[in-house]
């Protein structure tokens, strides 16, 4: 069966100016994501794999070349309408979680639907349905600062699913947590992946890819080096830098 | 989807510190002095009014001009007004009587003490009540003066009140000293509220005059009009009056014919001042609260630039983050105004418990809902407008930059 295009990135590349110079952040970047999949961007730090995560997360347009959002090329659009894509299609998981410090669980998860307009009843029944997929029912009326770190990181991914994203994007989602927090996190992710969501996940660490990707894209200095797919239990190389 | 900026707003306002809050300073300043002011607004024109003794609206009073110094009604003048000149205006038509009256500082002694006072005399007549309600004496305590009254004296109500001077009261009854001759009180005045008035000695003319050995010479004159709607006619007869005997030019009058509006003019002139001069205060002080929520908002645009690229990544559009810190930024001026208007309402309560305890009147607090319901709106808008710019900077963050 043919799977759909999520997203695809087309000789993308991102510049930067810095004072005189021009910093490659990005160059040449070929990609495409089908939904269901779980993928990981994989590169040392200074690869241009935030660069790379922005670009897929919409959070930002490319210098060069054309990026598809199911099937919409959102390269050339206003922040606004980007921001409305992003908000519907696309899922946020942090490193440092990034929750509004002001509201509580429940409102953090609440808030991406007030942004889409949802009704204040429709929002409240699915910000507790979400938390409660999470098994955080009972901490919804705490502030972040009074969560713990693996708490705070299960806030993100209910608010992450806030919309019924096509797509979670996770960025180092464990870099913040010890090892067992960590994991839990990882299979709560795990566990949206086998109901049908598509996975990015951004990390800088070779065995959590290859734990649970089945596509990792390897960036080194700003251009892809290589893909490798899962077979099985081995990974073999798709694509390489010519 | 207007609401939620609402919510949103006060929950953000209320984990605001203290630092916030300060910044609002000027416009509850502002706002309270704008409120205290009109709310008091009754009560001041009753305060300023009796210090001008305007008591009858039916009353012209006629001075010597040319003063040379200062001092009661009449004193220092060079050409002081006669008994014919109130015999003279008595007889003016549309002026129902005329009374002359002698006023001058005196020393009185009781209870071993000496107090320097004024003295008004009373004129010899037959219709004493007339008299009585034409220049506002009423009593308190005791009695008027009748005819041939001429050892007694009644005395204002700082006399009595007032035990500082004398080491205690004086009541109807007690032996006072007035320039070294004895007279018996009969009667303690109703407080009026003014300082010359409180403390004055009313006594027949005849013991006064002996008192001051004078003759003729009268220092103020009050005539009664017939009717109200007289009163500018009579107004102009007495000038026309005055300026004959005295033997002056149109323009070049030594002497003085005045009446209520006249004074009433002069109070709202000296009360328009006392609001101008508030007003622009208040507008200098809200000007200042505006530039704090200005500083207070971008500092916290600053603050929650995270925030902000959280917010956008999770699909705020531009205009919903500008919405979000347009909508606090008018609450916090909101805020502001209502500790200004709780606090401008309460200085004018005291405000008011003050004069109408020291006047003895019974003047309300002026509360217009308008007002208030207006001056609510007015900080909302205030601080909205303060906000505008810090918000737009709000919107036009980058997510990507913000997250960094």
């Known amino acids: 069966m043919e799977r759909k295009e999520l997203i695809k990135l087309k000789e993308v590349a991102k510049f930067y100016r810095m004072g005189d110079s021009v910093v490659k ?218 | 989807m207007i609401g939620d900026y609402f919510t949103l707003a006060l929950k953000n306002l209320k984990h605001r510190g203290i630092r916030s809050w300060l910044t609002l300073l000027g416009i509850f300043i502002g706002v309270m002095a704008v409120v205290a002011l009109i709310s008091l607004s009754s009560g001041l024109k009753t305060a300023i009014t009796s210090q001008f003794g305007v008591e009858n609206m039916e009353v012209i009073t006629i001075q010597a001009g040319g003063l040379s110094g200062y001092g009661p009604p009449g004193s220092g003048v060079t050409e002081p007004l006669t008994k014919e000149d109130a015999e003279a205006i008595d007889k ?123 003759d003729d010479r009268v220092d103020v004159i009050a005539a009664k009009v017939r009717s109200p709607e007289l009163m500018d006619r009579a107004k102009e007869d007495i000038e026309k009056l005055m300026r004959r005997r005295r033997d002056v030019e149109v323009g070049k009058e030594n002497f003085e014919v005045s009446t209520p509006e006249a004074t009433l003019e002069m109070v709202n002139t000296i009360l328009g001042g006392v609001q101008a001069f508030i007003v622009i205060i208040a507008s200098i002080s809200i000007v200042v609260g505006a530039i704090g929520i200005v500083n207070t908002m971008t500092t916290s645009v600053l603050e929650r630039r995270r925030e902000i690229g959280v917010m956008k990544a999770v699909g705020a559009k531009n205009s919903q983050i500008f919405l979000q810190f347009f909508t606090e930024s008018g609450l916090l001026g909101l805020v502001g105004g209502i500790v200004g208007v709780t606090l401008g309402l309460l200085i004018g309560q005291v405000g008011v418990g003050v004069i109408n305890s020291f006047l003895g009147s019974e003047v309300p607090l002026d509360i217009n809902f308008f007002l208030i319901i207006g001056t609510l709106a007015g900080s909302f808008l205030i601080g909205s407008i303060s906000g505008i710019v810090p918000a737009m900077n709000a919107a036009k963050q980058n997510p990507v930059e913000a997250l960094r």
């Open chain 1, 25 to 242: 952040a990005l160059n040449n970047i070929q990609l495409k994501i089908y939904e269901g999949e779980f993928v990981a961007i994989m590169g040392p730090s200074g690869s241009g794999k935030s660069t790379c995560m922005n670009l897929v997360g919409s959070l930002d347009t490319p210098t060069k070349g054309v990026i598809y959002l199911d099937n919409q090329d959102i390269s050339t659009l206003h922040e606004s309408d980007l921001a409305q894509i992003r908000g519907r299609k696309i899922g946020f998981i942090f490193q440092s979680f990034n929750l509004i410090p002001n509201l509580t669980a429940k409102e953090n998860v609440m808030l991406p639907m007030m942004f889409q307009g949802s009704s204040i009843s429709k929002r409240e029944r699915k910000a507790r349905e979400l938390l409660d997929l999470v098994e955080l029912t009972d901490r919804q009326h705490h502030y972040p600062n009074q969560l713990s770190g693996g708490q705070r990181q299960r806030v993100a991914i209910a608010r992450s699913l806030a919309n019924d994203p096509e797509v979670i994007l996770a960025d180092e989602p464990t870099g913040n947590l010890d090892t067992k927090t960590g994991q839990i996190v990882l299979d709560f992710l795990e566990k949206l992946h086998k109901q049908g969501k598509t996975i990015i996940l951004v990390t800088h660490d070779p065995d959590l890819a290859q734990e649970y990707a089945e596509v990792i894209y390897w960036l080194k200095d700003g251009e892809l080096e290589k893909v490798t797919k899962r077979y099985g239990k081995e990974f073999r190389v798709i694509h390489k830098k010519k």
């Open chain 2, 92 to 214: 003016v038509s549309g002026v129902d009587f005329a009374i002359g009256r002698v006023i001058s500082s005196a020393r009185i002694e009781f209870n071993k003490k000496t107090g320097f006072v004024y003295m008004a005399s009373i004129p010899e007549g037959n219709n004493l009540k007339n008299i009585y309600d034409t220049i506002g004496l009423e009593i308190e305590y005791g009695r008027h003066l009748k005819e041939g009254d001429l050892t007694k004296v009644v005395l204002g109500y700082n006399f009595y009140e007032n035990t500082e001077t004398f080491g205690k009261r004086i009541l109807p009854g007690d032996k006072v000293t007035i320039n070294d001759q004895n007279f018996e009180v009969v009667g303690i005045a109703k407080k009026k509220g003014s300082f010359i008035l409180d403390n004055m000695i009313t006594m027949q003319e005849d013991p006064l005059r002996d008192l001051l050995g004078e």
